[in-house]
């Protein structure tokens, strides 16, 4: 272990959609979206410190299920209740914003995200940055 604390550096921004079908797996989702970054996660690792749900149009009671993937095996990190909402020009959609202080990704894994119901209309943004 090193006696030099390590901080993070680089801001990094990730995006993504919530995929169209449902997928309730737990352990092994077959309908993902993996997570987009600028600039790219961090050769030395990464670290997430915000992450926000909106609405991108009609949502339906449900839930998110955010994810690290190694490449081989994914590891629940965190998962999210989605309420109904009908997309109107008058109303913002909902949104949600949770903050963490321990959601690493290790060099070389992902981030994926899933929903429990079809048809989620949900961007997710990631927000941290590169060690």
Not at 3 to 19: C, E, L, M, Q
Not at 96 to 113: C, D, M
């Amino acid at each position: 272990m090193s006696n030099v604390p390590a901080f993070a550096s680089t801001p990094i921004v990730g995006y993504a959609d919530v995929p169209s079908g449902a997928d309730t797996s737990y352990t092994a989702p077959a309908t993902t979206t993996t997570a987009t970054f600028a600039p790219v996660l961090g050769a030395n690792g990464s670290k997430i410190t915000e992450v926000d749900y909106m609405a991108l149009g009609s949502t339906l009671n449900g839930l998110v299920n955010v994810f690290l993937f190694d490449g081989s095996a994914y590891h629940l990190v965190d998962t999210v209740t989605i309420t109904a909402s009908t997309a109107s020009t008058t109303a913002a959609g909902n949104s949600y914003k949770k903050l963490y202080n321990n959601f690493f990704v290790p060099n070389g894994w992902s981030i994926r995200v899933t929903s429990t119901v079809g048809s989620q209309l949900i961007g997710v943004r990631f927000y941290g940055g590169n060690f």
